[in-house]
């Protein structure tokens, strides 16, 4: 019995752990979809719309990067979008994304920077940065 309420109290511990985790990560990541995006352009959001596909590799080497920015406290604010570039071929072309590894940055509803295939840690920084206020 001690046994059970062991094990019980070790898999609370650990749930309460995972919970508080994840709220302390206050970056938005979503599934793009138009009425959560143009909320958030209405609200004057800082945005980044990551369009990639699940075989890209250019796409499997900006993920960590964006998960770094996505981390630091400066960025709490933002909210991801991820499309796919496959399985959401009207957003894409809504976006005018030639290809996948597409990164676009929005402060509300306007664009202030995007990125082709690009795996430089500073410079999607400064993509994310594009979209503070001025």
């Known amino acids: 019995m001690q046994r059970r309420l062991f094990l019980i109290s070790a898999l609370a511990g650990s749930l309460a752990w ?5 709220a302390a990560s206050a ?4 599934v793009f979809d138009a ?5 958030a352009q209405q609200r004057g959001a800082r945005i980044l719309v990551d369009i990639s596909a699940t075989w890209c590799p250019t796409c499997k080497a900006q993920e960590p990067i964006i998960d770094s920015l996505a981390e ?33 940055a929005f402060r509300g509803k306007t664009e202030t920077a995007r990125s082709v295939g690009d795996t430089d840690p500073s410079s999607i920084a400064a993509l994310v940065q594009s979209t503070s206020a001025k």
């Not at 995972?18 to 994840?22: F, N, P």
């Not at 009425?35 to 909320?39: C, K």
Request: proline share 2%.
């Open 18 to 22: 995972w919970i508080a985790m994840s």
């Open 27 to 30: 970056t938005e990541r979503k």
């Open 35 to 39: 009425a959560s995006f143009e909320a």
């Open 72 to 104: 630091q406290s400066a960025n709490k604010d933002l909210v991801i979008f991820s499309v796919d570039f496959d399985g959401q071929k009207p957003i894409v072309r809504k976006f005018r994304a030639q290809s996948q590894s597409t990164l676009i």
